[in-house]
Structures are given as C-alpha cells and as structure tokens.
C-alpha cells in the first residue's frame, strides 16, 4: 500500500513494465536471452545477478547486478526520478531495479566493497522501505 507524501516530497515513481520481456520471463525464457533481446530490462539482469550470488560467485553477480542497477537508473530518470524519492516496491514493475540493487548491495560486500554495499543497502531502504524488508530480511 502506498500513501500521499504530506511533506511535499518527491512523488513516487513507477516504472513502466515491458510487457515483452515480462512475457519471455513468465514464459520461462533464461533471464540471459531476455537480458540479450531486451537489454534495457532490469529484471532480466537481477535474475542473472541473483542466479550467480546463489551459485556462490562474487564477480559476475556484481557486473550483472551493476549493469541492472545502471538500467534501471536509466529509466528512473526518463520516467521522472530526480535522484530521489520514492521507488516502491508495491509497483511490480519497479522490482527489477531494486533487485538489482539489492544484488548489488551484496555482491559489492563479497568482492570487499564494504562502503558500496552500504550505500546500495541504504539507497534501497531510503527508495523503498518494504523492498528492504523484502529483499534483506
């Protein structure tokens, strides 16, 4: 559930979905075609990242998680972001940036990048509180 901010904060942002790519993952296409034929969806790239952080790797979840992160900034920004404010996690199609973001967080602890796990931690919980909850327990 999301709320009006009475502060007079920034607005929410909800990404648009890309209702191909979506298809090609819920049709159980590998999210590495996906990330090939739509490699603007940050979704496809935090599967990849969280796929590698599960088989126990340390780079290749941190370049996957990145180029997710990067994406999904990329977007942000073209759908109103200004570098701050909300990205809720109620909104299904903001989930692939803060995956990836979250990916990101604990891939840069495994490779020793302990003040960009931090910062990512901290800019997922700041983006959306429940997306902390969610994807850190």
């Known amino acids: 559930m999301t709320s009006e901010n009475l502060l007079g904060g920034p607005p929410e942002t909800k990404l648009p979905e890309n209702d191909e790519a979506r298809a090609l993952l819920d049709g159980g296409s590998d999210p590495g075609d996906v990330a090939r034929a739509h490699?603007?969806?940050?979704?496809?790239?935090a599967l990849l990242a969280e796929r590698a952080l599960?088989?126990?790797?340390?780079?290749?979840?941190?370049?996957?998680?990145?180029v997710g992160y990067h994406r999904g900034l990329d977007s942000l920004r073209?759908?109103?972001?200004?570098?701050?404010?909300p990205v809720p996690w109620e909104h299904e199609p903001n989930r692939g940036f803060l995956r990836a973001l979250a990916a990101l967080s604990k891939a840069a602890g495994l490779i020793g990048e302990a003040e960009e796990e931090e910062r990512c931690r901290t800019f997922l919980?700041?983006?959306s509180a429940t997306a902390g909850k969610e994807l850190f327990g």
């Open 54 to 66: 599960a088989d126990g790797k340390d780079l290749e979840p941190y370049a996957y998680a990145r």
């Open 125 to 127: 919980t700041d983006s």
């Open 78 to 85: 073209r759908n109103g972001w200004k570098g701050h404010g």
């Open 39 to 45: 490699p603007t969806y940050s979704l496809a790239w």
